[in-house]
Each structure stands twice: as structure tokens, then as C-alpha cells.
């Protein structure tokens, strides 16, 4: 069965850090890209960045770039990502989720179930 | 960044009948390399994460019923859902992954009339 996990989320007070892991099972990991998209509370989707099969292409939502960086170990399985500086305007549940493709520009065909982040002193 | 739109923000449809969303990007999503229209469709029912309905715009994902169906080309797309169930009771999004970043239109809510 095709699953992704992820974790790390916790309630951090504004400008601290955090690392969010996302644990792929299933499939070949290392064919697909891979993404992070969050979700504010009773919001929309935002996608957050994104990550090549071979991390050689990497791609940030401007509202992120500069604090976060995606990156991803193949002979782990795993996606992560590590936030600094964390804003109020970061809190949300945070989705990992597959790529169709091994290309960041592709659709994202399998999703997580999301781990909550709050920043809030 | 290419801006995403969607229409209506929400509408409510008897349960049998047709239900049409419309999402619409600032720039055009078609690549001229692979004449491929880089959209997707996703559906998500509250509590649990985004589904993946359609992608290139009209391809449905493996084990969506053919009652989902996308259209559209360039600039102009069209989920449609021809026959409304209880269970298509959801927030349906559009994104586009032609060029980074890859934004979200903002949701449309679909009922039950």
C-alpha cells in the first residue's frame, strides 16, 4: 500500500524552528518528486515547495523562501523539511504528497494525512 | 506567479443533476514543448486530504468515476460532474504546476440542494 506519514509538527513560539519528516512506503521513492503543501485553519491550499526525484531541481512559495528548505534522503524514504524563523502566518497542517512524476512540475497523486503546526507565543 | 480563480465559491446541486465548476490562470498553463495543459483537479472532503480527481487537464486518475470529467485548454478549465452524488460533497480546488510557484485556486464548496 502506497502511504505517506508525516511528523514533526508541534506548538512553537514565533521565530523558532522546526524540522517536519515525511516517511514514503509503497512505492519507489527515489523515481518521484516529492512536495510539501499546508492548509491555515479553515483556509485554502498553499503549496509550500517542492523537490526533484534527484533534489536537483527545488521550487519555494515566496512566503516561504529564505526560511524553509525542503530536501530529501532516497535511501531513507523520507521528505523533509526544515522551517526557521516561523511566523503566526505559518501555522497550518502541513501535507507531504507525492508526485506523478519524477519532475516537480507534475500533479500530486498521493497525499498524506498532514501534521499540525502552530506558532504561537 | 500565475493567479488562480474558480467560480462560483460555492454551489448546490440536486442530487442526479449536473455540476459545473469553472477555474480559470492568469497566464497560460499549456506547454508548447508537449502541447500537454499542466492542471490538475483535486477534491477534499473535511477531514481528510486533498484527492487527486484529474491532471493534463483531462486525464482521470485511475478509480475516479467517469462522472468527474475536466476540459478546457491555455487559460480556461471546466470540472464538471455529471451526475451529482451524496458523496461529491466536497471543496474541489484546481492548481497549476506549469512554473513554480504552484498555486491553488481558491476553492469551490459543493452542496446538496
Known amino acids: 500500500e502506497v502511504q505517506l506519514v508525516e511528523s514533526g509538527g508541534a506548538l512553537v513560539p514565533p521565530g523558532r524552528s522546526l524540522r517536519l519528516s515525511c516517511a514514503a512506503s509503497?512505492?519507489?521513492?527515489?523515481?518521484?518528486?516529492m512536495h510539501w503543501v499546508r492548509q491555515a485553519p479553515g483556509k485554502g491550499l498553499e503549496w509550500v515547495s517542492g523537490?526533484?526525484?534527484?533534489?536537483?531541481?527545488?521550487g519555494y512559495a515566496d512566503s516561504v523562501k529564505g526560511r524553509f528548505t525542503i530536501s530529501r534522503d532516497n535511501a531513507k524514504n523520507s521528505l523533509y523539511l526544515e522551517m526557521n524563523s516561523l511566523r503566526a502566518e505559518d501555522t497550518a497542517l502541513y501535507y507531504c504528497?507525492?508526485?506523478?512524476?519524477?519532475?516537480?512540475?507534475?500533479?500530486?497523486?498521493?497525499w498524506g494525512q498532514g501534521t499540525m503546526v502552530t506558532v504561537s507565543s | 506567479d500565475i493567479v488562480m480563480t474558480q467560480s462560483p465559491d460555492s454551489l448546490a446541486v440536486s442530487l442526479g443533476e449536473r455540476a459545473t465548476i469553472s477555474c480559470k490562470s492568469s497566464?497560460?498553463?499549456?506547454?508548447?514543448?508537449?502541447?500537454?495543459?499542466?492542471l490538475a483537479w483535486y477534491q477534499q472532503k473535511p477531514g481528510q486530504p486533498p484527492k487527486l480527481l484529474i491532471y493534463w487537464a483531462s486525464t482521470r486518475e485511475s478509480g475516479v468515476p467517469d462522472r468527474f470529467s475536466g476540459s478546457g485548454s491555455g487559460t480556461d478549465f471546466t470540472l464538471t460532474i455529471s451526475s451529482l452524488q451524496a458523496e461529491d460533497v466536497a471543496v474541489y480546488y484546481c492548481?497549476?504546476?506549469?512554473?513554480?510557484?504552484?498555486?491553488f485556486g481558491p476553492g469551490t464548496k459543493v452542496d446538496i440542494k
Open positions: 497566464q497560460s498553463v499549456l506547454h508548447s514543448s508537449n502541447n500537454r495543459n499542466y
Open positions: 523537490i526533484s526525484w534527484n533534489s536537483g531541481t527545488i
Open positions: 509503497g512505492f519507489t521513492f527515489d523515481e518521484y518528486a
Open positions: 492548481q497549476q504546476y506549469f512554473s513554480t510557484p504552484f498555486t
Open positions: 504528497a507525492k508526485a506523478g512524476c519524477s519532475s516537480i512540475s507534475c500533479y500530486k497523486n498521493i
